[in-house]
């Protein structure tokens, strides 16, 4: 769902949209370590800038944790947009009782999200969709896709020809199998979903001749069968049938 807007600029109008949501303008949040000054979180940019000039060439926006379903269409026009992330449907988390996950997350992947044709990264994980259409596969530049935590049923059939996808994450979602077309990408290195060995825990990638496995207690290695030249899937069926 988009909100309809009487301004004629489109920038004018994300501005005002982001004034009455109270979308903070662009600024950063520093990485957190904890008393071992170790990393917890990365630092990160989020918000919307209101320099019209920066709006025009910006290249990451982050409004995951700020939106509900009024995602404003005018986003269509940031054509420079590498990165994109709007998980995490506002004030919710997806297992949080208390969220509405009609109202305070998005519910569907904005037809528009096709015209941005520079996204590299696209994070729209712990909201509420139930489909992925094929219009996503027109970002043939993207290499990295969240999607985890929401409902998905069901994958294009179509994803097969983001040849330049190397991660994707699915876990968390209502699948009830590995679709054949996901084992056709041919770069996938990391991977993320349901009924996959290892998936319980986190996302499982190919390192080489090895598969790593991110664990409730920190990441564990598998071997690859020396040789073997498979793509992810069949390498992670390799290394959970040989231990």
Same mark, same amino acid.
């Given at each position: 769902m988009s909100y309809q807007y009487k301004e004629t600029s489109w920038s004018d109008a994300l501005i005002s949209w982001a004034n009455r949501c109270n979308i903070p303008d662009l600024q950063y949040s520093h990485p957190e370590y904890n008393e071992e000054n @170790?990393?917890? @979180?990365?630092?990160?940019?989020?918000?919307?800038p209101r320099d019209k000039d920066i709006l025009v060439r910006f290249e990451e926006l982050n409004l995951s944790g700020l939106l509900t379903t009024d995602i404003p269409s005018e986003i269509r026009h940031l054509k420079q947009l590498k990165k994109l992330r709007l998980a995490n449907g506002k004030r919710a988390w997806w297992g949080a009782e208390e969220a509405n996950k009609d109202s305070d997350c998005i519910t569907e992947i904005p037809s528009w999200i096709s015209e941005l044709t520079n996204l590299e990264v696209l994070d729209l994980s712990d909201n509420n969709i139930s489909?992925?259409?094929?219009r996503i596969t027109k970002l043939q530049k993207l290499e990295k896709l969240y999607l985890n935590g929401n409902r998905i049923e069901c994958v294009t059939d179509h994803i097969c020809n983001m040849t330049n996808l190397r991660v994707l994450w699915l876990a968390f979602n209502q699948l009830t199998d590995i679709s054949e077309n996901l084992r056709k990408l041919p770069n996938l290195d990391e991977v993320w979903t349901d009924h996959l060995p290892g998936a319980?825990?986190?996302?499982?990638?190919? @390192?080489?001749?090895?598969?790593?496995i991110c664990t409730s207690s920190g990441f564990s290695s598998k071997n690859i069968p020396p040789g073997a030249e498979v793509n992810l899937f069949d390498a992670i069926g390799m290394a959970f049938k040989a231990q």
């Open positions: @170790e990393l917890i @979180e990365d630092g990160y940019w989020f918000g919307l489909y992925v259409p094929q319980d825990y986190g996302p499982v990638r190919m @390192e080489n001749d090895t598969i790593v």
